[in-house]
């Protein structure tokens, strides 16, 4: 019996030994698309002026806008962040320089916000008043479009430190 055992088991180890090896698997690889998280500061000097530190780099403006521009709509509904502030003066140099100062403080403590935009809304009337804009992108030249109702005091956008 033991013999009849001993061959069963020989037999059956060299069938084993003697098939082919199981195929291996191929696992289809997905190939994921990474996008590159979209900048959130740049590099740059402050825009600072006397007396008032702005420590935000300021977007060039339009070049026919002649000061009155504003932000594209379609741009605003999309990024913007917070809600805005108003301080209730008309413009003037010293005034406008104030309240870019006082505009970087909201947007810094805004969460998401890493540029703002300010203007002075209802131009040469009793109700004029200076906005700020808070947003969660930075501005360039598709952020704007031209304005003959609201005068822009300027962006900025956040500095890398």
């Known amino acids: ?12 180890s060299m069938a084993v030994l003697a098939a082919p090896a199981p195929a291996q ?13 979209p900048p959130t500061c740049v590099d740059g000097v402050p825009a600072s002026t006397t007396p008032y530190n702005i420590n935000y780099a ?8 002649h000061g009155f521009y504003d932000i594209e709509p379609a741009w605003d509904t999309a990024h913007a962040v917070g809600s805005a502030m108003n301080l209730y003066m008309a413009h003037g140099s010293d005034v406008n320089e104030y309240a870019s100062f006082k ?5 810094n403590g805004t969460p998401g ?10 131009v040469n009337s009793t109700d004029e008043h200076f906005e700020c804009l808070g947003f969660n992108a ?9 304005s ?6 300027g962006g900025f956008n956040k500095l890398c430190t």
């Open 58 to 65: 300021a977007v060039k403006a339009p070049t026919a806008a």
């Open 1 to 12: 019996m033991m013999n009849l055992f001993t061959l069963l088991i020989t037999a059956f």
């Open 148 to 153: 003959s109702r609201n005068m822009a005091n």
């Open 25 to 37: 698997q191929r696992h289809a690889v997905e190939v994921q698309s990474v996008s590159a998280e």
């Open 113 to 122: 916000c890493v540029s703002f935009f300010g203007r002075f809304v209802q």
């Open 103 to 107: 505009c970087q403080y909201t947007c």
């Open 138 to 146: 930075l501005l360039d030249d598709s952020s704007f479009t031209l």
